[in-house]
């Protein structure tokens, strides 16, 4: 997962807490409102606050495995090789892709201090809905974020458009590419994101 693709992930949960003072359409309901305000809420306070890196991390990591739809994110990042990898390989890509994209997220956190959000907007999308924001950094330049925010069982984030490129599909074009080179063999898929982790630690 690259570094790109992991500072825009970052950027774009934390564009989720804007979502709280936007004007949030009544279709998306009083419980699309309360996850976002707890959720963004509580990252925004982490990610600005004083306390070491290290807890930081640790305090972040519940928030990612509750607020976004990790297996839902990684099945599409899978693609169609979801549908032809056997019970096992699927069960340990999943579990494999939740290390490496809470790693690539919570690895960026020491980044960021004092972030600022504005909403520009909100608008209805196919499978879910879009909010607009601005993320302000200091000393770098204003970023643009939308958030794809589905209700499956409870509110959960499942994408972020930065730059106009949507980060699960860049990151299903990825694997797609690594399992063409390797024969549509999802082991080998899973063999390098476990290398990926076992380096990070």
Not at 21 to 39: I, T
Not at 61 to 81: M, S, T, V, W
Request: aromatic letters at 6%.
């Amino acid at each position: 997962m690259s570094r790109v693709f992991a500072r825009r992930v970052l950027l774009g949960l934390a564009a989720v807490a804007t979502m709280a003072v936007s004007g949030v359409r009544p279709a998306l309901a009083d419980e699309a409102s309360d996850f976002v305000k707890s959720f963004g809420g509580q990252l925004v306070a982490i990610v600005n606050s004083d306390e070491p890196l290290e807890k930081k991390k640790q305090d972040v990591l519940p928030l990612l495995q509750k607020n976004l739809d990790i297996a839902e994110i990684g099945k599409f990042c899978l693609g169609r090789y979801w549908r032809t990898a056997t019970p096992e390989q699927q069960k340990r890509y999943l579990s494999l892709f939740d290390h490496v994209l809470v790693n690539a997220i919570t690895d960026r956190i020491g980044d960021y201090r004092g972030v600022t959000f504005v909403v520009t907007g909100t608008s209805h999308a196919p499978t879910g809905e879009l909010v607009s924001a601005k993320i302000d950094r200091p000393g770098q330049p204003e970023a643009d974020m939308q958030l794809l925010v589905v209700n499956t069982s409870g509110y959960k984030v499942v994408d972020m458009i930065g730059e106009g490129a949507s980060l699960r599909l860049t990151q299903r074009q990825d694997y797609s590419a690594y399992l063409q080179r390797h024969n549509g063999n999802v082991n080998t898929l899973n063999d390098a994101l476990q290398r990926q982790i076992e380096h990070h630690h």
